[in-house]
């Protein structure tokens, strides 16, 4: 090997360890903002069983697994999917366009749509760093169907 081609091999190998390096710091930042976002967004009060009753105690093994009791209104019954597998299938683009699209209430999809990409991004990447779980919440339901599965009932009463 001529020493010019030695010394741009040593040159590219330690450039890729640098970047690589740099990729995973800077995905380490990213996991620990999107930690940070979920926890003050409380999307765990929803999007994960039994959350908010325990008082935010449960493992993050059980974070964002989707639940199936739903939501009933006048918009019909709406269920917090389970995010973990709907990021597992998403590219970081794609998470985004959801994220801004419109959503059935009581998901706050007005808040999240104001947030940044990098924002977006770094939620995304923390759910994916929990990586993908079993099991789907159901499908939501058009006004006027009755629900099949537990629901909370979301009608204004006294108005
Ligand atoms: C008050 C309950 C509630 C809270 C809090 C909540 N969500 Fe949701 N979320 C829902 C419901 C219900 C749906 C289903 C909406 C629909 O069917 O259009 C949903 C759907 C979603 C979806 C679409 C998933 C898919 O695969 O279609 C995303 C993404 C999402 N929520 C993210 C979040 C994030 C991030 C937070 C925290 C900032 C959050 N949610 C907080 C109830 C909630």
Same mark, same amino acid.
């Not at 970047?19 to 999007?47: P, Y």
């Not at 009753?53 to 939501?71: D, I, Y």
């Not at 998901?107 to 760093?129: E, H, R, V």
């Given at each position: ?10 040159? =590219? ?18 996991? =620990? ?77 007005? /808040?999240? /749509? ?46």
């Amino acid at each position: 090997m001529d020493s010019g081609f030695k010394t741009l091999t040593k040159f =590219a190998l330690s450039a890729l360890l640098a970047a690589t390096v740099q990729g995973v710091a800077a995905n380490a930042e990213s996991i =620990a903002k999107g930690k940070f976002l979920i926890g003050v967004g409380g999307c765990n009060d929803c999007h994960t069983p039994g959350y908010s009753e325990s008082g935010g105690r449960l493992p993050q093994a059980t974070w964002l697994t989707g639940n199936g009791v739903g939501f009933k209104g006048p918009w019909g019954t709406s269920y917090p999917q389970n995010l973990r597998s709907s990021a597992a299938k998403m590219s970081a683009e794609e998470w985004i366009q959801m994220a801004r699209r419109p959503m059935l209430p009581p998901m706050p999809a007005p /808040a999240i /749509a104001t947030m940044s990409d990098s924002d977006l991004i770094a939620m995304y990447d923390f759910i994916k760093s929990l990586g993908a779980a079993e099991g789907e919440a159901p499908h939501a339901l058009p006004p006027g169907v009755e629900p099949a599965t537990p629901y909370i009932d979301f009608v204004p009463k006294n108005l």
